[in-house]
């Protein structure tokens, strides 16, 4: 937990943080004060108006081009946060409101494009201020970035990741779509100032194995400039200019890490089946083929929940339906007889498209048409998506799973759409699976409060914890502000997710786990101790999940639950997991 700063048994300094991405860095400090755009009021004579607004537009395309590359690049090596917030700031580079405001600013003022960018910064800062929403305020911090990039641009001098090679980023917050430059540059850890483990930029820096410490105060005034730093993801410590027994104490947790993924290596082809021989299937998410390639290498057991909306995303004109089929098939194929778990769009909330098939203006987003809402509202686009899964369903084990469900008649509608499809494509003479397996994907409290009265439509569940969290608490985990509170360790959510597995065991219903939560190792005993037998997690995790369910005892976690679920605070339900980790 970050603290007062302290010293290690050697004497150097200490400064402790949230560590938000495991794994251990040796470099350099970097330090980077936070982003302010600092630009004097400049007025250019009228001749120079066009010239500078050619010299605005190129740094914008340039900026448009840098995020394009930066997404096509990352594609399918990452969760869905990811994509989403890149598709945000592409989206915001677009927006007629910002790039009409700057050129007027240059026209009327007549402005430098530099200071012109200042002035609509601070109007739009005062909008977002002005809103009520905490999620639409949170997406400032979006537009900063954008507007930081374009500003770069201007004075032809792009992001400063150059000449990085070998050192620690020491900043007040770090954006997603920085994170793989700074890699590619050679930063070997980030420490934040702000920022949460559940964000954005934590799910993205353990999918690129990238040290992540976050949430350290006082590390940009304890911290100069080419000081060297140890840094350790994992508890989230950072040793300032460590002396000669601090450097002995990094190389021995070098050796353990690098002794530790070679004993991984050798679970790719092991069962996942605790000490008193209970079997866990592993399925893996995923949203491309190289995620697919990944998960068959690992020994997944298949797909728990491969994503579609990618497909939407980042695109002016919607996928057709041989588009769609043959992206599902190529999944099937890939899994070679697994199963492989379609999910349905999963478009809305912060996941806007270029297609206008989602809304633009919705007061609340995360409240709004999204998931299976927005198919129900699309029928043809819908009907599409069903045709292109069922005609794949030739080729593998498919599953359909229904992202957002919240009533039966949802599931049930649904169901007749599906079940209409499959008849006229058979009239069509296309081949359709005699039984493609349908579930709900469990993210509304509501869905899972009243999940008997529509567990008899579905052959299996999906429980989405990531939202599930943030619905229950009424906690966004976007919002850094409330970041303490959004926490799947609150013993309504363990609660709540033991009796949709009890609900699922009574109905004789499979129930996995895809949120965060199931491909993090340090909860795995918990989630087995609630009776999970099924997670669905990033393939990166795959393997150091298996371990630990094979160092477990079933009957032993089954007999700690009710000790478990009568935490009455966070704090008693980590002590459960401490002591569960060393039984």
Known sequence: MPGQPSRTASGALLLSGHGAARGHALGRARVRLPHVLEVAEQRIPAARVDAELVRLHDAVDAARVEMHELRQRLKGALDKEMGEILDLHALLLDDPE??????ELIRSGPYSAGYALRVQRDRLAKVFDGMDDAYLKSRMDDLDHVIGRIHAFLHQRPPDVKGLAGEILVCDNIAPSELAQL????????????????????????????????????????????DVLIIDGSIGTITVNPLAGDLR????????????QRELGRLRAKPSRTLDKVDIALLA????????????????????????????????????????????????????????????????????????????????????????????????VADTQLRAILRASAYGKLRILLPMVSTREEVLAVRRRLQKQAQLLRAEGHEVAEHI?????????????????????VDFLSVGTNDLVQYLLAADRNNEAVGELYSPLHPAVLRLIAQILRVGHEHDTPVAVCGEIAGDPRMTRLLLALGLKEFSLHPGTLLEVRRVIRDSDWAQLQAAAPKLLAARDRRGIERWIESAGHA
């Open 249 to 260: 104490d990094y190389r021995a947790r070098l050796r353990e890490q690098a002794r530790e």
């Open 285 to 380: 998410n995923a949203e491309s083929l190289e995620d697919v390639t990944e998960a068959h290498a690992l020994g997944a057991h298949g797909l728990g929940l491969y994503r579609t909306e990618f497909l939407f995303l980042q695109r002016d004109e919607l996928p057709d339906e041989q588009e769609q089929f043959e992206t599902y098939r190529d999944a099937a194929l890939g899994m070679n007889g697994r199963p492989v778990t379609i999910r349905t769009l999963d478009l809305g909330a912060d996941k806007a498209d270029r297609t206008g098939l989602t809304l633009s203006n919705e007061d609340n987003p995360a409240l709004g048409l999204r998931g299976v809402r927005l198919s129900l509202a699309r029928p043809k």
């Open 183 to 226: 890699q590619a540059h050679g930063v070997v850890g980030i420490v934040s100032v702000g920022g949460s483990a559940l964000s954005h930029s934590a799910i993205l820096a353990r999918s690129l194995h990238l040290p992540l410490i976050v949430n350290a105060p006082g590390a940009l005034q304890k911290i100069n400039d080419g």
């Open 437 to 457: 397996p349908f579930g709900a994907m469990i993210e509304v409290p509501a869905a899972a409060i009243a999940l008997e009265s529509f567990i008899d439509l």
């Open 98 to 103: 910002l790039l009409y405001g700057l050129d």
